[in-house]
């Protein structure tokens, strides 16, 4: 498929790269990666990567304004579903591609490529750009690896495996970049975030059935002076607590006026649930928005009686279904 998807580059001049909501370094740095891959090969092509930014990773590249686009190709990165693509209406454009390793939840593009078993989009892209006449350099190289990074939560997933240790080494033969500059833009953060951090752990209420959630409110966020994306963010920072399966963070966003609900485990699939509040994700990673506060809480009630189905089942006495 990756000759088709080539095929479809060729054809367009104009050509409009867009993800999910709610960006992270894989959505962002995917798209990035694969406008600037494109410019490099076909430099006479107009291409876009476009969507809301964030404040915490200016440092990665700039994203293009939205523009009115005619006869245009859409290349939709990371996103599984109609709701969550950000800035772009698919009907707008002429022809529309899907790269994405998330589960098949609905068609939305003329080419759909699903890989569920990669770690990342970018690892998806690592790989066409291998495979195919698409140029490479070391910035784009740095930007794919900081995406597989981020959403493999550096190699601890069971979603990579020998094959994305191949393409990395690949990648860092034939590109050579900084390993140290990579993580270092990952992962720096002001001390601000530290002390939330530290507010969290303090404050994360644990159920019997092993759920761990955390509310941080606008208060919270304002308190420590950081923005509610970063706040957010910080989910994969409470992995391996041996008395947690499932944990959770619920961040207000009082400028969008929603909550955000992030969803890690170690346990249960945790998917379905999210998609059964308007959310989803992978299996043991996933989000939802809210408009309450109490809806918020009623994924976290729902979690948390998956859970104890769960740890039920463990000991073989019940078959866990539908709560």
């Not at 772009?88 to 939840?105: A, G």
């Not at 190699?155 to 860092?172: K, R």
Request: with cysteine.
């Amino acid at each position: 498929m990756f000759n088709e998807i080539i095929q479809k580059i060729k054809e367009f001049d104009t050509i409009v790269i867009a993800r999910h909501i709610g960006v992270d370094p894989d959505a962002l740095c995917s798209q990035l990666a694969l406008r600037d891959s494109i410019l490099l090969t076909y430099p006479n092509k107009r291409v876009l990567a476009v969507g809301t930014g964030s404040a915490k990773f200016l440092s990665f590249g700039r994203l293009d304004k939205i523009e009115k686009v005619e006869n245009a190709l859409l290349i939709i990165c990371d996103t599984p579903d109609r709701k969550r693509v950000d800035s772009v209406n698919i009907e707008d454009y002429t022809y529309s591609i899907k790269i994405d390793h998330h589960p098949f939840v609905e068609k939305l593009c003329n080419i759909e490529y699903i890989e569920e078993e990669m770690s990342s989009t970018c690892e998806i892209i690592m790989r066409l750009i291998k495979d195919t006449e698409l140029q490479c350099n070391e910035s784009i190289a740095q930007l794919l690896y900081m995406g597989l990074v981020s959403d493999s939560n550096r190699f601890l997933f069971d979603s990579c495996n020998s094959g994305t240790f191949q393409i990395v080494s690949y990648y860092l033969e034939n590109y050579p970049f900084s390993l140290s500059k990579s993580y270092e833009k990952l992962y720096s953060r002001p001390l601000q975030e530290l002390r939330l951090e530290g507010y969290i752990s303090l404050n994360m209420i644990v159920t019997e059935n092993h759920l761990g959630y955390v509310v941080i409110s606008d208060e919270v966020i304002n308190q420590f002076g950081v923005d509610s994306a970063a706040a957010g963010n910080m989910i994969n920072n409470f992995n391996y607590i041996k008395d947690v399966l499932v944990w959770c963070t619920i961040t207000e966003d009082q400028k969008n006026s929603q909550y955000r609900v992030s969803i890690r485990s170690r346990g249960p699939e945790i998917n379905q649930i999210a998609e059964r509040h308007h959310g989803g994700g992978h299996k043991y990673a996933s989000g939802v928005r809210t408009k309450s506060l109490e809806a918020a809480l009623q994924v976290i009630h729902d979690l948390d009686l998956e859970l104890a189905c769960y740890n039920e089942n463990k000991e073989g006495d019940v078959v866990c279904g539908d709560s």
